[in-house]
Every structure is written in C-alpha cells, then in structure tokens.
C-alpha cells in the first residue's frame, strides 16, 4: 500500500527518493511522484502508473538536497495525476505526502477551508490546506502541523515540506507506519525501513500521535501537545542483498525457492545448544495459563492462522480459535475468561489485525504477535513477538512468509504442550528438518509444476480447489495464490461442501485441484473428484506416498500429517507461478493488491 520517502542531507534528494519508492514497489501502488525543493519553491513531477514513468518524466537534471516522495494506492479518488502526492497547498508554501485514511476530511474541508481551492479528490489535499490555514493564523510551520494532526481522525503517516524553509522536513504518525533514517549529515523518512537502506541502518521510531522536525543532522520528536519526546534509535538487523532479486526472473520464484533455508534458518533461531526449544519465559506462562487462544489475520496470514489452530488443539490440546480481524473487530464474541490473542501478520502492519490489538490491549487482554517484521507496529505493540525469519518478502504473493509462519506455530505449539507438562510425541525440530528436505525436492521439480499449470490453467476461466481436514485449509491458500497473480477466478472448498451449491459451475473441462494427504480422508476426496469429474472437470490430484494413486499428478514425500501444510504449500504456489507466467501476468506486482494493507 502507500510508500513514503522523505530525504534531507547532503546528496541529490532525487536518487535517493527514486531508489527508496523502487524499494516500495512491492507494496502495491497505481501512482507515484517526488517533490524537490528548489530555491523557487517546491518542484513536483508526478504520474499515473510505475515509477519507470515517473522517472521518463523526470528525465534529466533536476537539483534539491531536501525532497519527499510517494507511490499511492487509490483510496479516495481514481488512480490519476490529480490524485497523485505530493500535494501542495493552495498558495504552494506547502507540499506533502501522506499514508491513510482522514475518516473526517469532508468536515474539515466545510469547518476551515471553504475558501480554499482544491486540485484532488483526495483527502490528503484537506491536511496539506489545514497546515497553509494555520500558519495563515500566524503559527510557526511546526505548530502548524501539529495542530493539524491533532484534528485528523484516522490513520496517517505524512511528510511535509515548507517553501520558506528548505532545510527541515516535518514527519508526522498515526496508526499507519513511519520510521526516521538517521544518517551522517543526511537523514530520511520513509513508512518502511528497506526504502533507506541506502542512507542508513539506524532507526529512529515515531509512535502514533507524534511529531517530528528533522534537519540534516538533527531529529526533535514531539508529542502533538510540543511535550519534547526522547527516543534512543535501534539498528535494523537487515541485509539490503535480500533485497535484490539476483538470478532470478521474479521475487515470488526466488522466495519460493528460499522455503527450505528458511525453515532451516527457523529451527536454528528457535533451538538451544542443548536441542530444546528457545522461547521466552513470559510467553511461556502466557501459553500455559491461557484457557483459550484467539488468534486474528488477514489473506495468506489468516490460513495460516488455520493450520495454527490444529497445531495447537491437537499437539498441545489448547483450544483455539481463529478469526478473520476486520470481522473480530466489530462484532467481538463471547471470550472465554483468559484469552491469549496471537496476530500472525507477514508485515506486522495490517490496519485490521491493530485495530483488534488497540482494542484488546485495553481490555487488558494479553497479546503476543507473530511476525516477518520485526520493529514493527504489530510488534512493537503486543506484549511478545515472535519473528518468523523469512528475510524480506517482495513479492506482493506471500510464499516464505506463510510457511515460516506454520513452521513458527509449529513451535508454538510444541512449547505450549511442554508448557502443560504435557508428554508429547510431537517433535516440532526433528519434523521441520524432514520438511525442509521435502521442499529441497519439491523446488527441484518444478517441471512438473509448470506442466500442470500449462495443463489445467493456460486459458481456464476458473478453477476449484479441494481438500478436506487440514488439505481444505491448504486448498483455500492455494485458490487466494492462483486468483491473486493469473486473476483466475479460484476457490477452495471443503471436498464434501462443493456439491451443495458450486458443482453447478462445473463444466467440461473445468480445471478442480483435489489435494489428498490426510490418510484419514483420502477415499472421501477422491469421491468428492469423482462427482466432479462425472460432470466433465478436469481433475488435477496432489497426494503423499502415503496417500498416493495410480495417475495422481503430483506425489510428495511423506512428512508429519501436522506438517503436510507446509509442503503440499510448495506445489500450489508453483503453480499459480506458472498459470501467472503462461498468462502473462505481472507475477510480483498483481493488479490492485497492496504487500502491506495499512488502511482498513
Ligand atoms: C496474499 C497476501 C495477503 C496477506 C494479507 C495479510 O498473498 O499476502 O493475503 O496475507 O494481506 O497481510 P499480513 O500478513 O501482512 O498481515
């Protein structure tokens, strides 16, 4: 979603705001432009679609040591110029940018600038116009804009820039992330860390309703009300290779490919020296005194969050529910008396799952966060974290980060039986180590994968997905890959439920996906295919050694039923791959989606 950089320092702001918005471009944008301060003013270029446009626009020498700039994903106002940020003030003393939702901008706009003329749709335009009203009044450029925050209602992260004085920016949060870069003799502003590894590794946090001034060599972080706010800086553990797509022609391929490391990488950061498991002590008692556990996520997140439930109840016999955090949000049930709520949140962003954290932290309820993201909000606010190590995600596609995520509550859930005092035969290590050598074998066949998708995805209009017990979760995951990248239009369902109502779209030909790896339900799927298959589908199989068939498509090595998840993943995301690629997709950056959703 929305990116923001913001640059002041020593150096052409320009390649370090185009390098940075490059870095958000897997976020998801429809629009991006910069603002450079120049001694005649502020300098704008701004265009609808990729930054490789904006860069055509920009096309030559352009100077400023102090600039801003965006890439914008449409919420108020078409995907347009107009609409695109920066955005500047009526008289044009001031230029922004801003991340969010302003929920109150129409009363704003009718209670202080009925006066003003407005360029955009946008409810940005009312914040950049609000800080010309005040400053109109008489207040200084920073009293101006934190009085300007003060009256909004919703989400921001927004950088602004002031014509009368080129050698200070002002940065300001609320709900939606914004970090400071603290360079030597420069410093940057950005909603994402990765966008300033350029400049710099250290980090300066704003937390919501704060405001901060910052020059060249200077930060001074306020409280809305200007109480001074002190804040030591951290170092962000990140490598800005992982960044870079090296050999590969995609991000998603790639970090398909890094599943197996990953998993590796996730039994390391979470075992002793002696072989136990290495979790804090806190999170522990919270595991063990909980009577039930909530757990809330969005997309990819949320079926993960599915296969964390039967991780949970079944390993470590703690019930578990797991909920979608827009839906919790307004409409809580019944809680038990003890609840533990776990986020599992690929970017620790996502404006649904905070909303529940705000509300149920102030319930007094204990919260632990599962995360790619360390440092960020979801982390930072819950009472315990735990990172899911699967380096950073680019493509908008989550592949590694759902699958660390599974392996991470795979932990969890060991722990948690340990926790009780539980004997468990359920080795959470030993079991993802065999998973990390499956899916080594998996990615080195993908051959297969490509001729299913050219077999059963090239021209299809739909596609179903089916699955039951743990498979039908997985089922769900792999019809949100292959719809999200080839824009087919792909469901998962449970194998008995597609006869109640959906067989009707079965046609000839219609490609169905049965995924079979639960021994326990095998011959129930594989009637659930039959019934679809008497009526013309296509039927794709994808079993276990276990579970296999004579004419199944895709056979897997047998791992923990628990764990099937994890590796039956690998297939389904290959494929929407290839369906992507034999379309003619954009695989890494699909239409209309947004890598980290901060608005509502
Ligand atoms: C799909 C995908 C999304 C996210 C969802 C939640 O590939 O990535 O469905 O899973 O937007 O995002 P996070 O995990 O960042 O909370």
Same mark, same amino acid.
């Given at each position: 979603?929305?990116?923001?950089?913001?640059?002041?320092?020593?150096?052409?702001?320009?390649?370090?705001?185009?390098?940075?918005?490059?870095?958000?471009?897997?976020?998801?944008?429809?629009?991006?432009?910069?603002?450079?301060?120049?001694?005649?003013?502020?300098?704008?270029?701004?265009?609808?679609?990729?930054?490789?446009?904006?860069?055509?626009?920009?096309?030559?020498?352009?100077?400023?040591?102090?600039?801003?700039?965006?890439?914008?994903?449409?919420?108020?106002?078409?995907?347009?110029?107009?609409?695109?940020?920066?955005?500047?003030?009526?008289?044009?003393?001031?230029?922004?940018?801003?991340?969010?939702?302003?929920?109150?901008?129409?009363?704003?706009?009718?209670?202080?600038?009925?006066?003003?003329?407005?360029?955009?749709?946008?409810?940005?335009?009312?914040?950049?116009?609000?800080?010309?009203?005040?400053?109109?009044?008489?207040?200084?450029?920073?009293?101006?804009?934190?009085?300007?925050?003060?009256?909004?209602?919703?989400?921001?992260?927004?950088?602004?820039?002031?014509?009368?004085?080129?050698?200070?920016?002002?940065?300001?949060?609320?709900?939606?992330?914004?970090?400071?870069?603290?360079?030597?003799?420069?410093?940057?502003?950005?909603?994402?860390?990765?966008?300033?590894?350029?400049?710099?590794?250290?980090?300066?946090?704003?937390?919501?309703?704060?405001?901060?001034?910052?020059?060249?060599?200077?930060?001074?972080?306020?409280?809305?009300?200007?109480?001074?706010?002190?804040?030591?800086?951290?170092?962000?553990?990140?490598?800005?290779?992982?960044?870079?797509?090296?050999?590969?022609?995609?991000?998603?391929?790639?970090?398909?490919?890094?599943?197996?490391?990953?998993?590796?990488?996730?039994?390391?950061?979470?075992?002793?020296?002696?072989?136990?498991?290495?979790?804090?002590?806190?999170?522990?008692?919270?595991?063990?005194?909980?009577?039930?556990?909530?757990?809330?996520?969005?997309?990819?997140?949320?079926?993960?969050?599915?296969?964390?439930?039967?991780?949970?109840?079944?390993?470590?016999?703690?019930?578990?529910?797991?909920?979608?955090?827009?839906?919790?949000?307004?409409?809580?049930?019944?809680?038990?008396?003890?609840?533990?709520?776990?986020?599992?949140?690929?970017?620790?962003?996502?404006?649904?799952?905070?909303?529940?954290?705000?509300?149920?932290?102030?319930?007094?309820?204990?919260?632990?966060?599962?995360?790619?993201?360390?440092?960020?909000?979801?982390?930072?606010?819950?009472?315990?974290?735990?990172?899911?190590?699967?380096?950073?995600?680019?493509?908008?596609?989550?592949?590694?980060?759902?699958?660390?995520?599974?392996?991470?509550?795979?932990?969890?859930?060991?722990?948690?039986?340990?926790?009780?005092?539980?004997?468990?035969?359920?080795?959470?290590?030993?079991?993802?180590?065999?998973?990390?050598?499956?899916?080594?074998?998996?990615?080195?066949?993908?051959?297969?994968?490509?001729?299913?998708?050219?077999?059963?995805?090239?021209?299809?209009?739909?596609?179903?997905?089916?699955?039951?017990?743990?498979?039908?979760?997985?089922? @769900?995951?792999? +019809? #949100?890959? !292959?719809?999200? $990248?080839? =824009?087919?239009? /792909?469901?998962?369902?449970?194998?008995?439920?597609? &006869?109640?109502?959906?067989?009707?779209?079965?046609?000839?030909?219609?490609?169905?996906?049965?995924?079979?790896?639960?021994?326990?339900?095998?011959?129930?799927?594989?009637?659930?295919?039959?019934?679809?298959?008497?009526?013309?589908?296509?039927?794709?199989?994808?079993?276990?050694?276990?579970?296999?068939?004579?004419?199944?498509?895709?056979?897997?090595?047998?791992?923990?039923?628990?764990?099937?998840? @994890?590796?039956? +993943? #690998?297939? !389904?995301?290959? $494929?929407? =791959?290839?369906? /992507?690629?034999?379309?003619?997709?954009?695989?890494? &950056?699909?239409?209309?989606?947004?890598?980290?959703?901060?608005?509502?």
């Amino acid at each position: 979603m929305c990116g923001i950089v913001g640059y002041i320092g020593h150096k052409q702001a320009k390649d370090t705001l185009i390098k940075g918005l490059e870095v958000l471009e897997y976020r998801g944008y429809d629009s991006a432009g910069i603002a450079l301060a120049t001694k005649n003013g502020a300098k704008l270029y701004k265009e609808k679609g990729r930054i490789a446009s904006l860069k055509e626009a920009i096309n030559g020498d352009v100077s400023g040591m102090t600039g801003i700039g965006h890439t914008r994903w449409a919420t108020h106002g078409k995907p347009s110029k107009a609409n695109a940020h920066p955005h500047q003030s009526q008289n044009k003393r001031f230029t922004l940018v801003h991340n969010g939702v302003v929920d109150n901008y129409q009363q704003l706009k009718r209670d202080y600038l009925p006066d003003k003329h407005f360029a955009s749709d946008t409810d940005s335009e009312v914040i950049v116009q609000l800080v010309e009203y005040f400053s109109e009044k008489g207040k200084s450029t920073d009293e101006a804009f934190r009085q300007t925050l003060s009256l909004l209602h919703g989400s921001y992260a927004i950088v602004l820039m002031d014509n009368e004085n080129a050698d200070a920016i002002y940065a300001g949060k609320n709900k939606s992330p914004l970090l400071i870069g603290t360079g030597s003799g420069e410093n940057v502003v950005a909603s994402d860390t990765m966008a300033m590894l350029t400049v710099t590794k250290e980090f300066i946090e704003i937390h919501d309703e704060e405001a901060a001034v910052v020059t060249n060599d200077d930060v001074q972080l306020k409280k809305l009300d200007g109480t001074l706010v002190h804040r030591e800086s951290f170092q962000a553990e990140i490598d800005e290779a992982d960044t870079e797509k090296g050999t590969y022609s995609h991000f998603m391929l790639k970090e398909i490919d890094e599943q197996p490391a990953v998993i590796r990488n996730i039994i390391q950061e979470y075992q002793n020296k002696d072989g136990n498991i290495k979790l804090e002590k806190d999170i522990r008692t919270a595991l063990e005194e909980t009577d039930r556990i909530y757990i809330m996520a969005a997309g990819t997140s949320y079926h993960a969050g599915l296969i964390g439930k039967e991780l949970l109840e079944k390993v470590a016999k703690k019930p578990t529910e797991v909920h979608i955090a827009s839906e919790f949000l307004y409409d809580e049930p019944m809680l038990s008396e003890n609840p533990l709520f776990v986020f599992i949140s690929q970017s620790g962003e996502t404006a649904d799952c905070r909303g529940v954290l705000v509300r149920v932290k102030k319930q007094g309820y204990r919260t632990l966060t599962v995360t790619n993201v360390p440092g960020s909000t979801l982390s930072r606010e819950a009472d315990f974290t735990l990172h899911t190590h699967a380096g950073p995600e680019i493509a908008v596609a989550s592949t590694k980060a759902y699958t660390a995520q599974m392996s991470v509550l795979a932990i969890l859930a060991m722990d948690c039986a340990h926790a009780q005092g539980m004997n468990s035969d359920f080795d959470a290590m030993k079991e993802l180590g065999l998973v990390a050598s499956v899916m080594d074998t998996i990615c080195d066949q993908k051959d297969i994968m490509e001729q299913v998708a050219r077999d059963y995805m090239a021209d299809t209009r739909n596609c179903f997905f089916i699955g039951r017990s743990l498979d039908y979760h997985v089922v @769900l995951e792999g +019809a #949100l890959k !292959l719809k999200e $990248i080839s =824009y087919v239009q /792909a469901e998962g369902f449970a194998g008995g439920e597609l &006869k109640h109502g959906t067989i009707a779209l079965i046609e000839e030909g219609t490609p169905v996906v049965a995924v079979t790896t639960q021994p326990h339900v095998n011959r129930n799927t594989r009637s659930n295919a039959q019934e679809v298959m008497a009526r013309g589908a296509n039927a794709c199989f994808i079993s276990t050694e276990e579970t296999r068939e004579e004419g199944d498509q895709i056979v897997l090595p047998t791992v923990h039923r628990l764990l099937t998840p @994890l590796i039956t +993943a #690998l297939p !389904l995301q290959l $494929i929407a =791959y290839y369906a /992507a690629m034999h379309r003619g997709c954009d695989v890494d &950056k699909p239409r209309n989606l947004a890598k980290s959703v901060t608005v509502e």
